[in-house]
């Protein structure tokens, strides 16, 4: 029994080296009972056939897109988990943590350098050198910033990956960015905003990477066309409502029962790009929208400051109301201010008309 | 004397970093120290806000207690405007808050706690002809049979039901085999598998906890499907002030809510119900009787002396927190505190919760003493959540540098949770909390007349305790107790779902369907200024959210969570919060492979981005 | 009263090009404005049954059309603009910002229109006026783009979309882009309000025809005005004696 324990050990945590790596391999055959000819195959399923290395980073996030991620059905997290990737670092579901699990990222980044898959979840907080986020001792930033080195391609997951997310929101205390922000365009990101994104398009994201071993084409935001292609208001099946304009004003009232279109309820249909409309949650079980509720818009860049959401273009002010009062008060105002620009010109006209025609008659004397 | 770091912590939600110091010789934990280590600045971000959008940012306080922070703000906002939402609402959003307790209670022990109690490199040395006959025995040995309240019975037959033939495990074993074989461990990759505590549970145990990480990792969806079917998305689903978006109407054909979709949510319900009755309790139970027999019953520090609940499901809608409407019709009154249970039922003391007590500033506040907060011009003072502060004042470790820590100062400052208090005291909060508090007041005739939840918790306990063969006082307050309680009581959540359920099915029949009652909608009827709070028994403990409005803005936005009641540092007088308890009262056998610490931390189920927000 | 029976001249400034482009522009702006408000704040059709019933004239599909429809006769009647400007030097109305001159009349006018001054120099095409045409023309182009970028980001795959995506990127979002063609609306509408008033305040006060120029293009001055030679030809600018108006002139109108 001690035996195995040790052997684990030198596996598990120590087989950065090619001899050491081939040791533990055998370790682990014989250990596990496995028959001795099994070397080999491990050995060449290890370095020959592996699978995609994913590293998953969590940052300044709220685990909101952990979950969604696990909540998919097709491919079923397990599956694409056990099957398609080899997760080998997770805050959420790794086995290991402290010392020997940033022992094991280390390891994993040498060894996978240039092929792995970061996967990042929350925002980068940059205020005071990154001390509002630390992990490990360290500061989120520089973790992110060593890791994204020798990624093969970078996934932002979720609002606070892509655009900064709810920390970013005003007045944003930790200086909070996106993943994009802190390691550039050195690499291909992907970006698949969401708060949280579908389940089903952060697996797919995953899913189409081990299938056809690339990744999916991008828009020229860089997210997945398949899954962002189109605005939820040119997909949503309230639409004809829409069009016909037949709206709920109330939450509530006839229409929302009869579930018309949630415009005038501050729907972000309109201007949102998600695979809302289309996919749905959960396998096509429902949307916000089809709950009854106006989208907010989780998939754009800065949504959270564009508040208030039940409100379809927000108030200007507290005081002057939305923007249509303050253009008509405008429009109000300036009409007055040319009447009054008018009376006083011909006042002005009669005044200069009078002297000159005083001059005039002068002249004429 | 070892001083040990682990940082960071996983299988948990967030930043959270543990330093104790070991003496060696013996393994006994003689200082712990508990810190989250990351901050968002939530409660700033509140502030200017719209009341009736809070729910949505607050909510992203945490994805995993998904609804916990909107249900929070939501109940805050509607004390404050003194909205009462109608019966329909306050139905689906306890059903919405049960299935959603399930769901975290779930993951938490499937995923987050179960590989610290069973590895895959014990399961393959199981049986599977051995762990196939296991799982009759735990189905048979372990369930506790409870009867929900009076149901409609719509399920003509238990649908999940846990497999238990050797084929099965065998496929398991070759699957966890295969995964070892490929050299890439994946999530199995770095762990202490060669802890001696991976030995407590016999081989099959193991492989049969292996094989339910992975059902359950597939089924947890289903449990929560109701909050796509209401709330149109999970995580994270949407609210309104006053009451549910999702219109119910019989009549129409695109209404959110209609039969079929109420079929989706009883479909839903009933399964949850099978998971707890056949998978989750009876697993939990299995598992912590083998831990109990060999003598593990520590790690219950802070819940033998204070634990404090605010209690939670009002049966029917209520006028407001404030007024004491709230506390008069709850289903699960676990508002109260319990000091000193851990010396058994009659040592034990009761002190009421009532709603007075939220507008005492000397009842409920929160130091700042050791986090890297600040309170300008009320330096040494708690204050109340009313007029909270939240304000940065970051000071670095205690060696190492501001951005390179070696370790932490905990005569300092050192961690960004606040330090909540009750009367001047830290307590613990969660399932295991309630529990006590239930069992507290049942036994010492505070309640007379207990709800059918609080019968089938004390119907639970009572199993339990046969079972374990020790009394509620010396199972309870430990580790083990605390991750069972936490099943005892998703198994409560499951019927409650099914119960409020029921409730609307009643309501809609009699004819109401409302869902919102937007008469205070306009902020035009909102008064000049006013303040709210909203309780909420989340999955981690008491929750509570603080708002003041003024001129129809959020004026000041403080929230006071589980996990910091339970993870907070020391107080001014350098007394320890629960987590820190409870490292101080768990062994550890080898210092520097601390598995009983990340045990027994996370048998709290920490959840770091609730608990700084 | 005493007239002085000098004799007005006929300046010919604006080209039928540039004369049809503005009334078009005229009918296409309120088309816009009013269709643009009620795709903000739809009318709604409230009652009826379903969609296939539902009042055509309150949907959104109709008045979003119409807006589409005078966004396109708009931005094609601009070719018309294009041309006027290339052909007709009375068309070039982008005011000389680069000259002194130009800035001194800038500020005789201004000095007038606010009152401080009984009169001002002659001019045929106004320096303030003419400023407040760039003014007008930038926020027609933000409309432009920010209502194609929308319009066309319905297949943000095809090319259009790429055309004007850009738009969006600058301004953040597409939330920030209707917003901001709101705003810009209402904008326009200032500005409407502010140029009718000082076309029917000059007509009024100077009685040199400032209304009619837009349908005749022809503005008759009774002195000659100090921006002549703005339209004249360049060889033939340097004396004043030479100075001619282009075209015009021919015969001279008493009034
Ligand atoms: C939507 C409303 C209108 C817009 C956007 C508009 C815009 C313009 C613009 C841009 C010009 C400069 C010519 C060019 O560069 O194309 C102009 C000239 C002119 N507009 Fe309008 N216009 C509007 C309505 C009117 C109306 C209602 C009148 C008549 C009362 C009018 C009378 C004139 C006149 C007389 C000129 C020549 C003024 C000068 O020489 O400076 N406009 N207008
Ligand atoms: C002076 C010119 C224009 C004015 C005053 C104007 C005004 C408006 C206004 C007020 C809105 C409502 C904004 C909102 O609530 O989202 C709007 C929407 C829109 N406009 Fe314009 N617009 C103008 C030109 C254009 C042009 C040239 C296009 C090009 C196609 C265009 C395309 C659109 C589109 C696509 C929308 C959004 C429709 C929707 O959300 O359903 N607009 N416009
Ligand atoms: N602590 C906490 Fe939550 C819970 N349960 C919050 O209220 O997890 Ni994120
Ligand atoms: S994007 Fe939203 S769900 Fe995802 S981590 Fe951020 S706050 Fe949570
Ligand atoms: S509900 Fe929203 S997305 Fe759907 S049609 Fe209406 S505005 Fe568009
Ligand atoms: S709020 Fe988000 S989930 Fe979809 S409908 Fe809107 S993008
Ligand atoms: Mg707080």
Known sequence: MDKLETMWDVCLRKNIKRRSFLKSCAALTSIMGLNMDMLSKVVAAAEKNPLPVVIWLHGHECTGCDESFLRSATPLTSDLVLNSIALEYSHALSAAAGEPFEEHLHQTMQQYAGKYILAVEGAVATAENGIYCMTGGKPFVSVLKEVAKNAAVIIEYGACATSGGIQAAKPNPTGSVSVREIVGNSKPIVKVPGCPPIPEVMTGVVMHYALFGKLPPLDNEGRPKQFYGNRIHDTCYRRPFFDTGMFAENFDDAGSKAGWCLYKLGCRGPVTYNSCGNLRWWNGLSYPIQSGHGCIGCSNDHFWDEDPFYKRLPEYGPILGDVDKIGAAAVGLTTAGVALHGAMSVVQKKKRQAAEEKSDGKKVE | ?613 | MIMHEEPRKVYYLFSPFLRIFHWTMVICISFLFTTGLLITKPASGGVSMEPTFGNILLSLDLIRNIHFIAAFIFVAAFILRIYGFVINKGDRLFPRVWKAEFWQSMIEVSMHYMLLKPSHRPYLRNPLARMSYVGLYSMVFIEIFTGFAMYLMVNPNGFGAKFFGWTIGIFGSEFMIHLIHHYIAWAIMLFVIGHVYMAIRADFMEREGEISSMFSGVKILEHEPVDVGEIMDKESSDTFSDRKPLHAGQQETKM
């Open chain 2, 1 to 613: 004397m070892k001083r040990v770091v682990v940082d960071p912590i996983t299988r948990i939600e967030g930043h959270l970093r543990v330093e104790v110091k070991v003496d060696e010789a013996t393994g006994k934990v003689e200082d712990a120290l508990s810190s989250g280590t990351a901050w968002r600045g939530l409660e700033l971000i509140m502030n200017d806000r719209d009341p009736r959008d809070g729910w949505a940012y607050i909510q992203r306080i945490c994805g995993v207690c998904t609804t916990a922070h909107a249900l929070g703000c939501l109940r805050a906002v509607e004390d404050a405007l003194g909205i009462t939402i109608p019966k329909n609402a306050n139905y689906i959003r306890n059903i919405m808050a049960g299935v959603q307790s399930v769901q975290d209670h779930v993951i938490h022990f499937y995923h987050l706690h179960a590989l610290d109690w069973v590895s895959p490199v014990e399961a393959l040395k199981a049986d599977p002809v051995a762990t196939a006959a296991m799982q009759n025995t735990v189905l048979s040995a372990y369930k506790v049979n409870v009867t929900g309240p009076e149901s409609l019975d719509t399920e003509a037959y238990p649908k999940e039901f846990p497999k238990a033939t050797p084929e099965y495990y065998q496929k398991i074993q070759k699957k966890v085999k295969d995964i070892v074989e490929s050299g890439q461990l994946g999530i199995f990759a770095a762990q202490w598998w060669d802890h001696p505590d991976f030995q407590i549970l016999p081989p099959e145990v193991h492989l049969l906890g292996i094989a339910h990480y992975l059902e359950m990792l597939d089924k947890q969806r289903e449990i929560v499907t109701s909050h796509v079917v209401f709330g149109g998305k999970n995580p994270h689903p949407h609210y309104i002030v006053g009451g549910m978006p999702c219109s119910i109407s019989m009549d129409d054909m695109n209404a959110p809510v209609n039969t079929e979709r109420l079929a989706i949510v009883d479909r839903s319900i009933n399964t949850t119900i099978n998971l707890m009755n056949d998978f989750y309790v009876p697993d939990v139970l299995a598992i912590g009787k083998m831990y109990v027999d060999k003598g593990y019953v520590d790690g219950g520090g802070m819940a033998k002396e204070r634990v404090l609940g605010f209690g939670d499901y009002p049966d029917e809608p209520y006028t407001g927190t404030t007024n004491g409407d709230f506390h008069k019709n709850l289903l699960y009154r676990c508002n109260g505190i319990v000091e000193d249970f851990g010396k058994g039922l009659d040592a034990a003391k009761f002190y009421d919760f009532k709603a007075e007590d939220l507008s005492d500033p000397e009842v409920l506040n929160e130091g700042v003493e050791h986090s890297w907060y600040e309170y300008p011009g009320a330096e040494g003072k708690d204050l109340h959540p009313w007029d909270g502060v939240t304000k940065a004042k970051y000071t670095g470790p205690k060696e190492g540098t501001k951005t390179d820590w070696k370790t932490l100062d905990e005569d300092g400052k050192y961690s960004w949770l606040k330090t909540p208090k009750w009367r001047g005291k830290m307590a613990e909060v969660g399932p295991l909390s309630r529990y006590i508090i239930i069992y507290t007041k049942i036994k010492k005739g505070l309640i007379t007349d207990p709800t059918w939840v609080e019968k089938m918790i004390m119907d639970q306990i009572e199993a339990v305790s046969k079972v374990l063969n020790l009394a509620p006082e010396v199972w309870m307050p430990t580790m083990v107790g605390r991750t069972a309680t936490r099943a005892l009581e998703a198994q409560v959540h499951a019927y409650v779902a099914k119960y409020y359920f029921n409730k609307l099915i009643k309501n809609i029949k009699a004819g109401d369907t409302k869902v919102a009652d937007t008469t205070k909608w306009d902020p035009k009827t909102w008064p000049k200024e006013c303040k709210g709070v909203g309780l909420y028994e989340a999955p981690r403990g008491a929750l509570s959210h603080w708002v003041v409005i003024k001129d129809g803005k959020i004026a000041n936005y403080q929230a006071i969570v589980p996990t910091t009641w339970n993870a907070c540092p020391r107080d001014n007088k350098g007394d320890h919060g629960a987590y820190e308890k409870a490292m101080m009262d768990t062994k550890v056998k080898i210092p520097d492979k601390p598995l009983e610490i990340l045990k027994v931390v996370r048998s709290f189920d920490p959840c770091m981005a609730c608990s700084t927000h």
